[in-house]
């Protein structure tokens, strides 16, 4: 990573977050997101490994990564490369879907030849300063999901076993609410009413990931925030219900492929 490297962040909003960045070598070791990372290249070739192959994205196309797909990311050319990126909770591609389901839309290319998908997703990037507001989020995560089921030829006429979606969505809300503090398997059954195992296989049909992970996930999420806005990595690590510094650093490195030290200079040198 370079010293002329930068992050820029949007405002914070639950559900989805927005980034734009410049990287000129190696941007992100391998890693996941418990999100749909749905984005494109500005400028240059954006290579990354993902599913067993490497891939490059330029400008014009789209890349779609699915939840907890690993991947890592790094300048294609001297050049470097800018681009932008939404990461969108799969709970809110959920509540889009507006049917029945049991996995969520997978697209299988993960860089894309879509003026479509593309125009939603540039219109979504087009003001990184701005929170958006509710109405125009509703219709860029239905956009996005509309566009996730045209690219998925899986949905075309197959057989989906139904998911408890009252429960799985109870527990992501429970989950949500307490993710400072340990959360026990025996809270989640009192809250959902479901056995802690079948509640665990519905829940990553439902959203991609493992309960624990999501609820990691969020408090990774209130990390790189605080940092953002100025805490130390130590007071982050505390504020999110880690145990300390270091183990938050850990989890940080394995989900972002990238410190919580270098995701400081990186927000700092974007100011």
Known sequence: MCTGDWVRHAPFQVGIQRIE????????APHRHDTYSIGYTIVGVQSFDYRGTRLDSTPGRVIVLHPDEIHNGEAGTEQGFHYRMIY???SMIREALCRPASALPFVR???LDDPRLLKIVHSALSEMDAVMEPIALDGITAHLTDSLLANDASTIGSARNLIDTRAV???REYLQANICR?????ELELVTGQDRYELARQFRTAYGT???RYLTMRRLDKVRFDIAR???LADAAINA???DQAHMTRRFKANFGLSPGSWQRLVRSSA
């Open 169 to 171: 969505g109870l527990a």
């Open 241 to 243: 219900g880690f145990s």
């Open 230 to 232: 100025g805490l130390t």
């Open 210 to 212: 493992s309960p624990y």
């Open 21 to 28: 960045a410049f990287f000129s070598g190696e941007a992100y």
């Open 182 to 186: 340990t959360v026990a398997s025996r």
């Open 88 to 90: 969108i909770e799969p």
């Open 109 to 111: 290319d993960a860089v």
